[in-house]
């Protein structure tokens, strides 16, 4: 059993800066079609600063540490046993190429169904640009599948 | 935009089969290189039958199915649940619908269920957005 103290434990913030290739890459992998997303000329003629990060962004974002996966070292998972439950956004600003997004992030909770056998960790991350405006905000849930 | 209504229908998007190459260019593009979407020796020896979708990958199609119907500035909240597995081949489409029109701090905002599902019509996300009218 994944141990409850860890409810309440923060990861070690980071920044990022957000490279136009990695968006326009980004947009290529889910077949973003609207060039906003991955030409710079097409996003500021629609009044974009730059190329302009998609709405499941962020969560790339929080895998941008160097240790990519914090939350399995952390608290000892196999990685093969995590499935993703469930994730929210919530949006404030846009994110753009350029910027840079610094990454909070926090165990928010721990709990257990089916006698144990289905774990889940839910976490909270925000993400704030480089003038210190909170741009976004999520959380997830992992589903830990034991046995 | 005056035209949202409840019971508006956003859009759907169909996407083309999910490949082995959608996932390996997910994985590098995303940044998620858990090796159970783009290694079968490791996806089988976590008891998987095979690779399959990173859940990102469907709620990117989400999220593109919105932008496509409105423009991202309008998008306050996303959300879902992952509610089945998406395996290599599966067709997924995705589809939603106006449920709610809510006035917040002078602002109207269409409460919209959302959902991703295979050709079976098996769902494989559930959740809603909450976009500014």
Same mark, same amino acid.
């Given at each position: 059993?994944?141990?409850?103290?860890?409810?309440?434990?923060?990861?070690?913030?980071?920044?990022?800066?957000?490279?136009?290739?990695?968006?326009?890459?980004?947009?290529?992998?889910?077949?973003?079609?609207?060039?906003?997303?991955?030409?710079?000329?097409? %996003?500021?003629?629609?009044?974009?600063?730059?190329?302009?990060?998609?709405?499941?962004?962020?969560?790339?974002?929080?895998?941008?540490?160097?240790?990519?996966?914090?939350? &399995?070292?952390?608290?000892?998972?196999?990685?093969?046993?995590?499935?993703?439950?469930?994730?929210?956004?919530?949006?404030?600003?846009?994110?753009?190429?350029?910027?840079?997004?610094? &990454?909070?992030?926090?165990?928010?909770?721990?709990?257990?169904?089916?006698?144990?056998?289905?774990?889940?960790? %839910?976490?909270?991350?925000?993400?704030?640009?480089?003038?210190?405006?909170?741009?976004?905000?999520?959380?997830?849930?992992?589903?830990?599948?034991?046995? | 935009?005056?035209?949202?209504?409840?019971?508006?229908?956003?859009?759907?998007?169909?996407?083309?089969?999910?490949?082995?190459?959608?996932?390996?260019?997910?994985?590098?593009?995303?940044?998620?290189?858990?090796?159970?979407?783009?290694?079968?020796?490791?996806?089988?020896?976590?008891?998987?039958?095979?690779?399959?979708?990173?859940?990102?990958?469907?709620?990117?199609?989400?999220?593109?199915?919105?932008?496509?119907?409105?423009?991202? #500035?309008?998008?306050?909240?996303?959300?879902?649940?992952?509610? #089945?597995?998406?395996?290599?081949?599966?067709?997924?489409?995705?589809?939603?619908?106006?449920?709610?029109?809510?006035?917040?701090?002078?602002?109207?905002?269409?409460?919209?269920?959302?959902?991703? #599902?295979?050709?079976?019509?098996?769902?494989?996300?559930?959740?809603?957005?909450?976009?500014?009218?």
């Amino acid at each position: 059993m994944i141990d409850k103290k860890f409810i309440g434990h923060e990861f070690k913030p980071f920044s990022t800066t957000i490279e136009k290739g990695r968006l326009k890459f980004f947009a290529k992998a889910i077949g973003e079609t609207n060039p906003i997303y991955f030409n710079e000329e097409a %996003a500021k003629a629609e009044g974009h600063k730059s190329v302009l990060a998609p709405p499941t962004f962020p969560f790339t974002l929080s895998l941008e540490s160097d240790d990519p996966f914090p939350v &399995v070292t952390a608290l000892k998972l196999e990685i093969g046993r995590i499935l993703h439950g469930s994730q929210d956004f919530e949006y404030f600003a846009p994110i753009y190429a350029g910027d840079e997004i610094t &990454v909070s992030s926090k165990i928010v909770n721990i709990f257990d169904k089916k006698g144990g056998a289905l774990e889940f960790v %839910a976490l909270q991350y925000s993400f704030t640009n480089q003038d210190g405006e909170l741009v976004a905000t999520s959380t997830n849930t992992l589903v830990y599948r034991n046995g | 935009m005056t035209d949202i209504q409840i019971g508006s229908e956003i859009p759907a998007l169909e996407l083309a089969p999910i490949s082995r190459y959608t996932l390996a260019l997910f994985a590098g593009a995303s940044g998620d290189h858990n090796p159970i979407h783009i290694d079968s020796d490791f996806a089988k020896s976590a008891g998987m039958p095979d690779v399959f979708a990173h859940g990102m990958l469907s709620m990117a199609y989400l999220g593109r199915m919105l932008t496509n119907w409105q423009p991202q #500035a309008k998008l306050k909240k996303f959300s879902n649940k992952f509610a #089945a597995i998406t395996q290599l081949q599966d067709v997924i489409t995705c589809s939603g619908k106006v449920v709610e029109l809510l006035e917040q701090e002078g602002k109207t905002l269409a409460r919209c269920e959302i959902q991703a #599902a295979k050709a079976s019509g098996e769902q494989t996300l559930v959740g809603e957005a909450l976009v500014e009218v």
